[in-house]
């Protein structure tokens, strides 16, 4: 009797600790923590914008650092404001002379296929296709995840057109 007693004592233990165990992990894993944002959404967050007239698109201020900050990873964010802050002192215009997210000054542009490859958990590459006033266009760019947010490190525009770090390369007088 005393050992089915102490045996029933056991049990009651193994399954209170068990149960203590998985109320806490619950309880963390309901907890506001940064989840992380997923790749294919940040780039949703961009692209789904040039879906419908121009006219009707958020604009983005290329000249703003809060905005660069929100998309471009912080050394391709300085290197965009910086060319932006030359341009205005001199009265010139700047690099970008156009969006640099579908490369042009204007689209019309019904839909994008985003395709992500993640290469680790903080870097992964995109691929986005969609067809702007009858050009199908293909970019690629590479992402890098920042305390759990995606950015853009740089935007392959294809062929010899280069990418866009490449044209601030080009471009700096």
Known sequence: ???????LVVCVQITAV????????ASLS????????RA???????????VGPQNKAPVIDYTQQHELQRYFDPS??????DDSARA?????VGTLDGDPFIDAQDWNISS?????TPIDANHANSVVRFDNTGQARLLRLQLVRISGLWKIHDIDYGGEQGTLRGLFKVGNR
């Not at 068990?18 to 992990?25: C, F, G, K, L």
């Open 1 to 7: 009797m005393r050992r089915t007693t102490l045996a």
């Open 18 to 25: 068990a149960y203590v165990a998985v109320s806490r992990a």
């Open 30 to 37: 309901s907890m506001s923590l940064p989840a992380g944002q």
């Open 40 to 50: 294919d959404t940040f780039l949703h967050s961009i692209y789904d914008r040039y």
């Open 76 to 81: 391709l964010a300085k290197i965009i404001a």
């Open 88 to 92: 205005a002192k001199t009265g010139d």
């Open 112 to 116: 994008f296929d985003i395709q992500v």
